[in-house]
């Protein structure tokens, strides 16, 4: 079953969530952090994936802070607007909205994060801050900027060999001061787990979402 509902973080602001629960008692529950270009269908049919592997997933519409309802596509167009909303939101606000939907879960289990783009960043602080149970980063290039923060459960990241917002000395430096973080490098580009995305590459989508079960499996149920 999947819907939209509506969450209230800790300030007040409520704003949505798309949410799809598996048949039968879920295996955990895990928060889905969106890309920079909001719970669009590829979002949604992430969440829905994850469902139907068994967990309870949710993802907020982070961007409800400035206006309900943004879904972007992949355009130029849609990448600059993207940004621009990122850079508008507080990240204190944005971990807010990611902890009501971590409390939204939480009755199913044992919880996840997993982030991709702008929120494989997220799912990084989900894990140094939230107190999640472990977290699974895709491409999210501003890691390197919270690098700092120590993460309090394992932590698993994807990331493309040619993915130049994600350059090869930034990895190191993240191997370097979180050898515990498991980093796994994919022969693709920014954006390779999205079949909406030019940048899309099957073999690594798969291997990578493969991965990423074996870690929910692992620290959920």
């Known amino acids: 079953m999947a819907d939209w509902m509506n969450l209230t973080a800790d300030d007040g602001h409520t ?12 295996r955990g529950a895990v928060v889905l952090l969106q890309e920079i270009f909001g719970v669009n269908g590829h979002i949604r049919g992430l969440v829905d994936g994850f469902a139907a592997d068994g967990y309870d997933t949710i993802a907020p519409a982070l961007y409800d802070r400035i206006e309900a309802g943004i879904e972007l596509g992949y355009a130029d167009e849609d990448v600059t607007k993207g940004r621009d909303l990122r850079g508008s939101i507080a990240i ?19 919880i996840g994060a997993v982030g991709y783009c702008w929120g494989g960043t997220l799912a990084w602080l989900a894990a140094t801050r939230l107190g999640v149970d472990c977290a699974v980063g895709y491409y999210g290039s501003m890691t390197i900027d919270f690098v700092d ?9 994807m990331l493309g060999e040619t993915d130049a917002t994600f350059p090869p000395e930034n990895i190191e430096a993240i191997r370097a001061k979180h050898p515990d973080a498991v980093v796994f490098t994919y022969p693709a580009g920014h954006g390779f787990a999205c079949d909406q995305r ?24």
């Open 92 to 110: 204190d606000d944005v971990m807010r909205d990611v902890a009501a939907a971590r409390d939204a879960v939480k009755a199913s289990g044992r």
């Open 15 to 26: 704003f949505a969530a798309y949410r799809a629960t598996p048949d039968g008692t879920p």
């Open 149 to 157: 923060e120590t993460p309090t459960c394992p932590v698993t990241m």
């Open 198 to 221: 030019g940048s899309w590459h099957e073999p690594s989508a798969q291997l990578a979402r493969e991965r990423t079960l074996d870690v929910f499996r692992r620290y959920l149920g």
